[in-house]
């Protein structure tokens, strides 16, 4: 089912039909899961709104529950501002605290010029590092390429089985390999069952060539006009970590997918 325009493809520059509204909201808890051992550790938080330049503001907010800040504290917060019409990412901000570490980023793209420019910072070192990167269609940093994913004509996908996206980070623009793996009944712990669309997603590496043990994640994605990410698993060296939504509002459509 395509839930945008069918020529809103990732990386696009037609105007796509938006597969959330104004004022949407969506809490994740994020779990570490080793052995028999599966415990809640963090929270994300995710806000759509108005932005600036005319364009959708995303807020994602991620802080570790009160009981764990004595062994590992995490306060990071994402702001990013998307075109309201083609969804490309206009500008991405970052202020990363976890415990006595603190950095900073900031993306601004150009797409006239198709380039990014990248300034990041670690704290204990005043002067800033400065980045510019060539942009090419379906270039987006991390909370742009989740939006976009959810507003993306997946027919193509669902016939070829996968799919290639390009992940801009600091320095580098990394690609990443996005897998159907098909249609799958998901149980969400205390969210309930879901009618879902999997995916298996792998980071490669600079050359795209290969991928790299442990750089992949697996996410499933409500099967209906919202698409929105239920739950996300990624191996680590021990165990893994793993991320369920348990809280909505301001949906764009109804949640059909849930199974009553």
């Known amino acids: 089912m395509a ?17 959330f509204a104004h004022g949407e909201e969506l809490e994740y808890a994020v779990s570490y899961k080793v052995s ?6 963090a929270g994300v938080t995710f806000r759509t709104t108005l932005g600036d330049y ?12 009160p009981f764990y800040r004595w062994f590992f504290d995490l306060n990071d917060q994402y702001v990013s501002t998307l075109d309201s019409a083609t969804l490309r990412p206009l500008e991405l901000r970052s202020e990363i605290r976890e415990g006595k570490y603190r950095y900073s980023t900031r993306f601004v793209y150009d797409w006239d010029s198709r380039v990014v420019n990248n300034t990041f910072r670690n704290h204990k070192n005043p002067d800033s590092n400065h980045k510019r990167l060539d942009l ?9 390429s989740f939006f976009n994913l959810r507003c993306a004509d997946l027919t193509g996908i669902e016939r070829s089985g996968s799919s290639l996206m390009n992940l801009v980070l600091e320095d580098t623009i990394r690609p990443i390999r996005y897998r159907f793996l098909g249609r799958e ?3 969400i712990r205390g969210t ?6 999997k995916f298996r997603c792998e980071l490669a590496t600079s050359t795209g060539e290969s991928f790299e043990d442990g750089s992949e994640f697996t996410i499933w994605i409500s099967d209906d006009r919202n698409r929105i990410p239920l ?3 990624s191996p680590i060296r021990v165990g893994s970590i793993r991320a369920r939504l348990i809280s909505w509002k301001n949906l764009k459509y109804p949640l059909d997918s849930k199974i009553k």
């Open 185 to 187: 009944v998901k149980n």
């Open 36 to 41: 028999f051992v599966n415990t809640d550790v």
């Open 231 to 233: 739950y996300v698993e």
């Open 3 to 19: 839930v945008c325009s069918s020529a809103a493809q990732i990386g696009g520059t037609v105007p796509v039909e938006h597969a």
């Open 192 to 197: 309930g069952k879901f009618r879902t669309l």
């Open 136 to 144: 090419s269609d379906g270039s987006y940093d991390a909370l742009a």
């Open 54 to 65: 005319g364009g959708r503001r995303v807020d994602a907010h991620g802080v570790v529950y």
